[in-house]
């Protein structure tokens, strides 16, 4: 009798464990993210969701450590890097203590006059510069998290290939991406080079749609009563070089004109890892005048951005004539800060149990998860480190107007005190799950 109750106890187990919601898989183990069951909701994610805590970081403001227009943060190995410009970066401590100015723009040794890229390496938190040269000759110059020169690389060129940024996946093996120039030149997607720059591998580009390689010039009008209109100048061959997304020892490859996400592994094993499933809301159509940027009955991924941890992926849609929570943002432009229209949405895929979501705003025209943690604005990650700390960067003008509007504690209620609209931006640090 107590064998048979302990079978049923045992079954029943199992058949709970069954129940388990799990990510969906093809053929080979690609897991399926179905965007096209959501389309059309959306809900407001808690960060403590994601994350299990989050710091706000006051950067230390001086005349030497003043941050200019467009900052990108990124926090590494105990330290916050925020690109100041395209090529200066400003280095603080991990509690916002201005430390020293990156900026090796110039002719001299170890310098660059047209800097292409600059990263911050993963776990050390050192740097490098990929520059690029009329005579096509790249190089990559690395300098420790001190700013202080190692060594210099030459990057080989294809010929006929675009080639854009190049990234270590380890001590010893360093990827580029890549892109054909033209329909009858070399179909790779990219490059891979052993610590000398030999090239040991060259990654064939996947299956992408005629239409996505045909790029259309635009030219933008402003009438005399500031409406805005979009006209056609002419069109050419271009295929995008992949995006490269590093995640623990292997590298993700996005492009925009197919719908599964690569992964390249240490031992230089190459395979797709995720598809996402459009159903009817890619348009494969020839036809396609009535896309733009905003508007048309078309999704794809903004594959620049990409926030991977252990559990999650947040990624980033145009999702146009289908966008479920439409926004809008003051940006900054030459003529000074103007209301921007916005029709992406950022969603949430779970890789343990396949779960996709698209993310509501927590309050209108701010978009991220809402802080339940330390109850502070939206949070919506830039970037993220080896060790999974997301940050993500707000200018003293939106603390302070956040305060006025919301009862704030902690971290942040003694970053108001005295916080002057001129100061440096705050820093928030999510450590992710």
């Known amino acids: 009798m107590k064998s048979i109750l302990g079978i049923l106890i045992l079954t029943a187990i199992i058949a709970v464990n069954g129940c388990k919601s799990q990510p969906a898989t ?64 400003k280095v603080f401590d991990k509690d916002g203590k201005f430390l020293f100015t990156f900026d090796k723009s110039g002719r001299g040794p170890n310098e660059s006059q047209h800097t292409s890229y600059i990263r911050v390496m993963p776990y050390t938190g050192g740097m490098t510069i990929q520059t690029s040269t009329l005579d096509s000759k790249d190089r990559l110059l690395f300098f420790d998290r001190d700013g202080n020169f190692e060594k ?26 890549a892109a054909p120039r033209h329909k009858d030149s070399l179909q790779i997607f990219a490059i891979v080079y052993d610590s ?43 295929v995008f070089p992949p995006e490269l997304h590093p995640f623990k020892n292997s590298v993700r490859l996005i492009t925009p004109g197919n ?59 145009g999702m146009r004539d289908f966008c479920h929570d439409p926004y809008e943002l003051m940006s900054p432009t030459v003529r000074g800060l103007e209301s921007r229209r916005h029709t992406d949405s950022y969603a949430l895929y779970n890789k343990k149990s396949g779960k996709f979501t698209f993310l509501s705003q927590p309050v209108k025209g701010s978009i991220g998860f809402r802080d339940n943690l330390q109850d502070g604005p939206a949070f919506l990650p830039t970037s993220i480190s080896a060790d999974f700390h997301a940050s993500a960067l707000f200018t003293a003008v939106q603390i302070i107007d956040f305060a006025s509007k919301n009862d704030v504690k902690g971290e942040l209620q003694e970053i108001v005190k005295g916080l002057k609209d001129t100061d440096n931006p705050i820093v928030a640090i999510a450590k992710m799950r």
């Open 259 to 317: 719908d599964t996400i690569f992964t390249l592994d240490s031992h230089l094993n190459y395979s797709p890892a995720f598809r996402i499933n459009y159903g009817k809301y890619k348009n494969v159509s020839e036809k396609r005048d009535h896309i733009t940027y905003l508007d048309g009955n078309h999704i794809d991924m903004r594959v620049r951005y990409f926030i991977e941890t252990e559990e999650n992926i947040i990624l980033q849609f």
């Open 152 to 177: 210099s690389k030459e990057v080989p060129r294809i010929k006929s290939t675009t080639q854009e940024k190049t990234i270590n996946l380890n001590d010893t093996i360093f990827i580029g991406s």
């Open 26 to 89: 093809e053929s080979g183990g690609v897991a399926v993210i179905d965007l096209a069951s959501e389309v059309g909701k959306g809900k407001i994610v808690n960060l403590s969701e994601v994350a299990s805590d989050i710091r706000y970081v006051k950067l230390e403001t001086t005349k030497e450590s003043l941050i200019g227009f467009f900052p990108n943060v990124f926090y590494e190995n105990d330290r916050i890097y925020v690109f100041s410009t395209r090529q200066i970066i």
């Open 196 to 238: 000398n720059f030999n090239v040991i591998k060259n990654i064939l580009m996947p299956i992408i749609p005629e239409y996505e390689k045909i790029f259309k010039q635009t030219m933008v009008l402003r009438a005399s009563d500031g409406s805005l209109s979009t006209v056609n100048v002419g069109s050419h061959y271009r």
